[in-house]
């Protein structure tokens, strides 16, 4: 069905554009952290635009929905892609948290977690284009990685005074983790939609 099809294709271009966006604030955001101004204003807009465009994408997809009764892979796609939407939304939310913090050590390990972050990101590029191979041992090594760093830095911050930049350190590290299993998440639901199965990432 040549409308139905024109729809779909819409609402993809505003999930790539959605995936970009959430891809942005995460480059953006350790800057933010330790202290580029400018960074966390671009943060602020990009999340404000994000929360936009995802609800365009669930409306759009609903829509969809509703007037053309889609079967099989066009009703997969548009049951998760909302799903997928949110995710990318979320991820906005977390680097906007962390730019709003303010720290002066561990740059080089938190910058360490965005490089593989960012790596994440490529990949799922690749996978809404419809490149699904081997995403998922992909996105898990990378996942755990982070994982690792994550547990690493605030190990070395337990028992210090919980001062001000003491937490917004273990809350960046713990929302870069959560950023990182979200992306792990996408990944599977980006393999849903094309092979109609699931598979656990994360």
Not at 120 to 144: N, Y
């Amino acid at each position: 069905m040549r409308v139905l099809d024109e729809r779909l294709e819409k609402i993809k271009e505003e999930v790539v554009e959605l995936h970009g966006i959430a891809k942005n604030s995460v480059e953006l955001c350790i800057d933010a952290l330790f202290g580029d101004e400018n960074s966390a204003v671009k943060i602020d807009e990009l999340e404000r635009y994000s929360d936009i465009l995802n609800t365009d994408i669930e409306n759009e997809a609903l829509g969809a929905v509703a007037l053309f009764q889609p079967v099989a892979r066009d009703l997969r796609f548009l049951a998760t892609i909302m799903r997928i939407s949110g995710n990318y939304e979320r991820i906005v939310d977390y680097a906007l948290k962390i730019s709003r913090c303010r720290a002066t050590r561990f740059r080089e390990e938190l910058e360490e977690i965005r490089k593989v972050l960012l790596e994440m990101f490529d990949i799922l590029e690749s996978a809404l284009q419809g490149d699904v191979e081997s995403i998922a041992d992909k996105l898990m090594t990378r996942d755990d990685m982070i994982d690792r760093k994550s547990r690493d830095i605030i190990d070395k911050l337990k028992g210090e005074e919980m001062t001000d930049e003491t937490l917004c350190l273990i809350f960046s590290a713990r929302f870069l983790e959560r950023i990182g299993d979200i992306l792990a998440k996408t990944g599977a639901r980006m393999l849903y939609i094309e092979k109609g199965r699931r598979v656990w990432i994360k």
